[in-house]
């Protein structure tokens, strides 16, 4: 899957800090989802963004979390204040319309101290 | 609301048996639906999908998934499973207009020689 490319792949950081994990979609993908992935726990979903604008942000929690896709370079993902049960795998997928299936990235692995 | 349901949590089978992964779901009008495949570590591989027409789809590495709508269930299969099958299967749906997924819990697959 590393066609779609996440970054980086595992990241450490303490409570209370700031956590960024980045997306390149793949080539002529406009469509960008992020996931989550807790332990013991399915996949749900958190953002859906198309260049510039949030479509769909219904998985996203109210607090601390944030989500872009400039018209130049990756998605980023940002959570502010990250807390222990930030812990998980945080998985970008692809698309190039909303109607085609979505290609998965290998996923960032985040590990709050 | 959608939503997916996979029953069997984790199923072990001996290498070169069949293989089905049941797959239950609940949404107003045909949705899309989907299998992926997650290798430990990785991201989520595409296996099939299901969009309308012929209701038994064929997709990678030899699996085929048949939708029946009178019983919501688009189950997974496959007729001689290699000990490579060993993974998390996903079962996922979306709105007839695409954009997010939703997945079901997953389903460990173990493969005995």
């Known amino acids: 899957n590393a066609d779609v490319m996440q970054n980086p792949r595992h990241l450490v950081r303490r409570r209370g800090q700031e956590a960024r994990l980045r997306c390149s979609p793949m080539?002529?993908?406009?469509?960008v989802y992020w996931y989550r992935q807790l332990p013991e726990e399915g996949l749900k979903f958190m953002v859906y963004?198309?260049?510039?604008?949030?479509?769909?942000e219904s998985g996203m929690p109210k607090e601390r979390f944030s989500a872009e896709f400039p018209k130049e370079g990756p998605s980023i993902l940002r959570i502010q204040q990250v807390v222990r049960g930030d812990s998980a795998a945080y998985f970008c997928?692809?698309?190039?319309?909303?109607?085609?299936?979505?290609?998965f990235g290998d996923g960032t692995r985040l590990s709050i101290l | 609301a959608q939503s997916v349901t996979q029953p069997d949590i984790h199923i072990t089978v001996s290498e070169g048996a069949s293989l089905e992964l049941r797959c239950n779901y609940s949404?107003?009008?045909?949705?899309?639906l989907f299998w992926y495949v997650q290798s430990p570590g990785q991201g989520l591989q595409l296996l099939l999908k299901?969009?309308?027409?012929?209701?038994l789809v064929q997709g990678i590495k030899g699996f085929e998934a048949e939708f029946k709508r009178s019983q919501s269930s688009f189950n997974l299969r496959k007729p001689s499973v290699h000990w490579s099958d060993a993974a998390e299967y996903f079962c996922?749906?979306?709105?007839?207009?695409?954009?997010?997924?939703?997945f079901g819990q997953g389903t460990e697959l173990s493969v005995k020689p």
């Open positions: 997928a692809s698309s190039p319309g909303k109607e085609q299936p979505q290609h």
């Open positions: 080539k002529g993908h406009s469509h």
């Open positions: 963004l198309q260049k510039e604008n949030i479509i769909d």
């Open positions: 949404y107003g009008a045909t949705p899309y």
């Open positions: 299901y969009f309308s027409g012929d209701t």
């Open positions: 996922a749906v979306a709105g007839n207009q695409g954009g997010k997924l939703i």
